[in-house]
């Protein structure tokens, strides 16, 4: 029998609706790719910020980055104790009673203290690894950040050491009392879904849609 994982510690233990807490590495790093953005938390100055922004997965570190001018940047490059979240909404619950109405999703909560990026290869690494990761194919594209892009820019690592995963799948969990009562109820499925790409308009006309773009889902 293969061990059942458990928390890396006893702060990232989900304890409301404990069962719904996961702690595998493949449900964690699942949620952290196919999740778009995540949410930063720290303090500065006695002040809790939380501010959303782009991460990518490389190994077992998450990769961000941003403006040198940015608080955030700041702080996770000092080393300040931090908290990303990421977060796929899959649905809405809806329940016979309001007071069970839920969402079905997958979160990921990580606790630690980032590490700066500062040799140049690293980071432009770093920055690949970012563009690849929201849009496949698109680094070996694009122009890749020069000198001074790479000097105005700050990369972070963030150990994903100390992590939760928690999942809400499946039906409303009614009341037995209420199950009879004549209420639709069930599950509305969301999903994030990719419209028609719109062409710049210095775009040379007839310029055509790279296939990696026609194709781009995220599931
Ligand atoms: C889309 C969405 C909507 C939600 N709506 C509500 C709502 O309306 N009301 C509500 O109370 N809760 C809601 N939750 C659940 C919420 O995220 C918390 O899990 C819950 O509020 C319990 O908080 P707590 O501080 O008591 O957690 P605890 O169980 O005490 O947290 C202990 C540790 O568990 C981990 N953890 C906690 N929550 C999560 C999580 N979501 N994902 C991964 N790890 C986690 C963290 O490491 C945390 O330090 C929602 C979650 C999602 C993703």
Known sequence: MPDIPRPPSD????????????????????????????????????????????????????????SRASRMLA??????????????????????STFHHSMNYRSVVVLGRATEITADAEKSAALEALVERVVPGRAAEARPANPQELQATAVVAFPLDECSAKVRAGPPADDADDLTLPVWAGVLPLSLVCGEPLPDPHLPPGTPVPRYIREYRRV
Request: charged residues 15%.
């Open 11 to 66: 702060r990232a233990t989900v304890r409301r609706l404990a069962k719904r807490g996961v702690y595998d590495q493949a449900t964690i790093y699942a949620i952290l790719d196919q999740s778009l953005y995540c949410h930063v938390g720290f303090v500065d100055q006695n002040q809790p910020f939380v501010i959303p922004t782009i991460h990518a997965r490389v190994g077992g570190q998450l990769v961000l980055h941003g």
């Open 75 to 96: 702080c996770l490059a000092a080393g300040a104790p931090a908290c990303i979240t990421a977060t796929i909404l899959d649905g809405l619950v809806l329940a016979r």
